[in-house]
Structure formats: C-alpha cells, structure tokens
Antibody, heavy 121, light 110 residues
Framework: QVQLQESGPGLVKPSQTLSLTCTVS??????????WSWIRQPAGKGLEWIGR???????YYSPSLKSRVTISVDTSKNQFSLKLSSVTAADTAVYYCARVYPISTGRFDQWGQGTLVTVSS | QSALTQPASVSGSPGQSITISCTGTSSDVGGYNYVSWYQQHPGKAPKLMIY???NRPSGVSNRFSGSKSGNTASLTISGLQAEDEADYYC??????????FGGGTKLTVL
C-alpha cells in the first residue's frame, strides 16, 4: 500500500515562498500510471486543487494559482515538491499531497495526512 | 474555474437515506464521467468513496452510491449510520485538464 507524507515548515512569513515536500513510500513515483498532486484546505473551508505533476516533469496548475506555483519531482528520492511564492495570510491552510489514478482524468485515491502551514509574521 | 456547488449541510436519522448534490457545468461535471466523492472526518485526510460517477473503491460500503444527470452529480448514502457523519466533497475533471472540488457538505446524523 503506497503511503504519502508531507513535510516542510509550519510557519512562513508573508511575501516569502512556501516550500513543501511529499515523500512517497511503498511504491515508485516513477510509475507511469499516476499523477502526483497538491491540494489545500483553509481551516473550516473546502478543498482546493493546486496542481499536478507527472513523472516526466510535466505539470498543470490551477489557473487561480498558476502565477505563483511550481511543482517539481525528484524521482531519485521518490519525492515531489510544492513551491508557492509571495504568500499571504490567505494561503494559510492544511496542504495535502495526493496520488491521481489513472493519469489524465483520475481520482485522488491516496492522500497524505496533511500538514498545516500558517502564513504570519 | 468556479467551485462545484454543493448544499452546505444535510441531515438524516439512522437508517434513513440522504442524497448530496453537486452541480457544475458542461465543462466539468456535465462533460465527463470523471466525478468522484470524498468523505472527510474532522482532522483527517479525505477518503475516496466514489469514482467515475458511480464506482466504489474496494472496501467502501455498498451503502454509498453515485449517479449523474446532466451537470449535476449525486451521492446517496442509504441506511445512515453514526459513523457516516462527516464532510463530503465532490470533484470533477475539467475541460482545462484540471480538477475542481465542490464547497463541501456537512452530513449530520441525528
């Protein structure tokens, strides 16, 4: 059973860059069968899809976040990462990494436990 | 892209059935059979309950079922149990090759 685990700073200052990593265990991130995605959830609010990456490095981002988001993959470490620049308090949320299966049109079938990131000075 | 529209809350008594709707557009829900539903208990990660409109992953109770008509998808939970009390989110693949979620529905088991 594949497992995903988010890691990164829990506190980021306004205007700085939020950086998170998702480590995949129990399976290879290089499998061509999956996309790897980031999703966030502000406290008391709904889920928001941020973007996804394929093992080749191809990406798609939410139009509303596209100008500030970068998702990358490190197959040697079985990890993928999220960078969100110029953060504000509105970016405070629990951030989840998730697996998408099958590729292109699939569902989020495995999720990390989530990590809370607070944007505050 | 706008979030899919879900009712903020629904409720039902144990043993009853409830239905949660999820309304989108022809660019998402109506255009593809790639609607999925997620259950989220407080402080926990979402869990996939239904995929491709009406399919259940292994291990999910057959009390959960999904359907779609036009731009609206629905999740039905029959034989409500206390453990079903949670937030439920729909999601759809979109014509922009992205995904969009609904705003979420809080299910209360009375």
């Amino acid at each position: 059973q594949v497992q995903l685990q988010e890691s990164g700073p829990g506190l980021v200052k306004p205007s700085q860059t939020l950086s998170l990593t998702c480590t995949v265990s129990g399976g290879s991130i290089s499998s061509g069968s999956y996309y790897w995605s980031w999703i966030r959830q502000p406290a008391g609010k709904g889920l928001e899809w941020i973007g996804r990456i394929y093992t080749s490095g191809s990406t798609y981002y939410s139009p509303s976040l596209k100008s500030r988001v970068t998702i990358s993959v490190d197959t040697s470490k079985n990890q993928f990462s999220l960078k969100l620049s110029s953060v504000t308090a509105a970016d405070t949320a629990v951030y989840y990494c998730a697996r998408v299966y099958p590729i292109s049109t699939g569902r989020f079938d495995q999720w990390g436990q989530g990590t809370l990131v607070t944007v505050s000075s | 892209q706008s979030a899919l529209t879900q009712p903020a809350s629904v409720s039902g008594s144990p043993g009853q059935s409830i239905t949660i709707s999820c309304t989108g557009t022809s660019s998402d829900v109506g255009g593809y059979n790639y609607v999925s539903w997620y259950q989220q208990h407080p402080g926990k990660a979402p869990k996939l309950m239904i995929y491709e409109v009406s399919n259940r992953p292994s291990g999910v109770s057959n009390r959960f079922s999904g359907s779609k008509s036009g731009n609206t998808a629905s999740l039905t939970i029959s034989g409500l149990q206390a453990e079903d009390e949670a937030d439920y989110y729909c999601s759809s693949y979109t014509s922009s090759s992205t995904w969009v979620f609904g705003g979420g529905t809080k299910l209360t088991v009375l």
